[in-house]
């Protein structure tokens, strides 16, 4: 079966195609070119009826500097837009060694623009389970945390629009004293991030998963 060639998804995804291009936004013009895209159409179709977007996701700058959560914080300090921040009310997560471990799986990704219904108002276990059971044979999985920063702000600073307004995504990354992270309540503010432990659920809080394209 056919893979999506970049013009096919351009024209299928629009403004929900994020490209090494589009990346540039809010990492800088040293993004390399992104290699081909390894979904098929038909995947890359299912996923767009779905609300899906469509990313080329780097792991590291060009300067070697690893895409953790304290180097995204780095690149946003340095704007002026307003558009494309954290939120500063806490920082914790840029001290937490355990947190700036995780970078995210390079490559091209689909990623769910809203949490899963489903996946809503559950603790972390059951919104697993629910994943799991929507995917079936596909690989979703979880977003790690830096994989949700990246992929908002450069949504935000591309397009000029803030995923994630109103809910939250529950990551795969824990903190050092073992919580889970959650990022969200994208407001005027900045991007929030907050680690609960597994017990926790309300109805704003779900999985927005992410299917990571493995090159053969």
Partial sequence: MTNLSHDDAARLFGTDLIDASALRGLLGADVAAAPPIPFTRDVAETAHRDGCLLIYRVAALADGRPLNLATLAQLTSGRSDG?????????????????????????WALVAKEPWRETCNQVYVRGEEALRRRAGDQPWR???????????????????????????????????????????????????????????????????????????
Avoid: M
């Fill in 142 to 216: 979880r977003r790690r945390a830096p994989e949700i920063v990246l992929d908002t702000l450069a949504y935000a600073a591309a397009r000029g629009t803030h995923l994630l307004a109103d809910t939250w995504d529950w990551s795969s990354t824990s903190s050092h004293d073992g919580g889970l992270l959650n990022i969200g309540s994208f407001k005027g503010s900045g991007l929030d991030v907050l680690a609960y432990s597994k017990a926790v659920k309300h109805g704003a809080l779900g999985i927005c998963p992410t299917l990571v394209a493995q090159r053969s």
């Fill in 83 to 107: 558009l494309v921040a954290f939120a500063a009310e806490d920082a914790w997560y840029l001290q937490d060694a355990t947190v700036n471990a995780a970078v995210p799986e390079a490559g």
